[in-house]
């Protein structure tokens, strides 16, 4: 194989009971699975979730919910940012709970629904009048089986805004509970704020998505997170050269790389098409036989050059790691991000489908 992900399903498991823990029985645990579940595969990390008994799931859109479906997955599944007309059919035949952001679409629905409140995101969501909000519920036969708000700055406690989006999100909750509406679930939260403890905004439902994969982000300001998890996949790519070149050779697109004494490169079986972040040209790293070994040269499409001269036994056809843990060192996505001057979620989310992914406990 060029280049494979090892997804740990055990390790899935334990960040959906470490988060579980965390927030206790009395809040569900709605695992988010969007985006191919970060990268990881949402069929494979869907079903244990479900065998662990998750009772919700969250995705996207219609098509990511449809193929959870096809797929057996019985958990109910939040479909978080789709309402589009094109789409209710078949969140309506495949039994998928919407996500309604508007008065105007909430006029619409016909099936049991939860209730999106922009409370200051500025992103999806209602900005109506707690009142208007209110009465174009009541106007609804349909039931409003959710209420829901996502935060912008939740790992920055520095920042006034999450509690700022708290007050307007409770105001519309008791507008609401003054109109007689009592929505099963309340919900606001995702990994950063189950992390960092934010009880307040737990409601009973929680929607962790990076925790999941074993990531938390680092906060500002904020208490040490309470929330042991551990990456779930390792990323792993085959050597498919070895050359040794002279002092003053360059390496690669650009030629961004000259040698600065006889080195020995390995040219990796990945690139960006990959996933690989092309900003990782000359400044990136990966593992090696448990040694780091930098990335030098550009990142191409398919290829990636590394130094190993310190890495003498590497030959033809060795693995060596891009993301993982081997030999007491470790490169995870937030790092590789850092380097890369991106996010975890888009470095795990980057990851392309070309990418085999395989399972392991
Ligand atoms: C993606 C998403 C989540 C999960 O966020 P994480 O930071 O990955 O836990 C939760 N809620 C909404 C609305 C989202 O779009």
Request: net charge neutral.
């Amino acid at each position: 194989m060029r280049s494979w992900l090892e997804v740990s399903l055990g390790r899935i498991r334990g960040n959906f009971a470490a988060v579980r823990g965390i927030v206790g029985p009395g809040v569900e645990v709605m695992p988010v699975v969007k985006a191919d579940a970060y990268g990881h595969g949402a069929l494979e990390v869907a079903r244990v979730l479900e065998e662990d008994g998750a009772k919700w799931l969250a995705v996207s859109n219609a098509e990511e919910g449809v193929a959870l479906r096809r797929a057996g997955m019985h958990a109910r599944v939040l479909v978080m940012a789709d309402f589009l007309p094109e789409s209710r059919p078949a969140l309506e035949e495949f039994g998928l709970t919407p996500v309604v952001h508007s008065l105007e679409d909430l006029q619409q629905v016909e099936v049991p629904y939860h209730l999106k409140i922009d409370s200051g995101m500025g992103r999806l969501g209602t900005r109506a009048a707690a009142e208007d909000i209110a009465k174009a519920v009541s106007a609804n036969p349909a039931t409003l089986e959710g209420v829901m708000t996502h935060f912008a700055s939740s790992a920055n406690f520095d920042s006034r805004q999450t509690e700022e989006q708290i007050e307007h999100f409770e105001h519309v909750l008791a507008a609401l509970k003054a109109s007689g509406h009592a929505p099963r679930y309340v919900h606001a939260s995702s990994t950063n704020s189950i992390a960092y403890q934010r009880k307040g905004a737990w409601g009973n439902l929680v929607r962790p998505g990076h925790a999941i994969y074993g990531y938390v982000s680092a906060a500002k300001g904020a208490p040490k997170a309470q929330l042991e998890v551990q990456p779930a996949l390792s990323w792993k790519a085959t050597v498919l050269a070895t050359n040794t070149v002279a002092a003053g050779a360059r390496i690669g697109y650009g030629g961004i790389h000259t040698a600065e004494r006889p080195m020995r490169i390995a040219v990796l079986a990945a690139g960006y098409a990959d996933g690989i972040p092309h900003r990782l040209g000359n400044r990136g790293q990966v593992i090696v036989n448990g040694n780091f070994a930098p990335i030098v040269g550009a990142v191409s499409m398919d290829l990636t050059t590394i130094d190993v001269t310190d890495c003498p036994e590497v030959k033809v056809g060795d693995a060596v790691m891009l993301l993982g843990e081997e030999g007491g060192i470790s490169i995870n996505a937030q790092q590789m991000a850092r380097m890369a001057g991106t996010i975890s979620y888009s470095v795990l989310c980057g990851i392309n489908p070309r990418v085999k992914r395989v399972y392991v406990d």
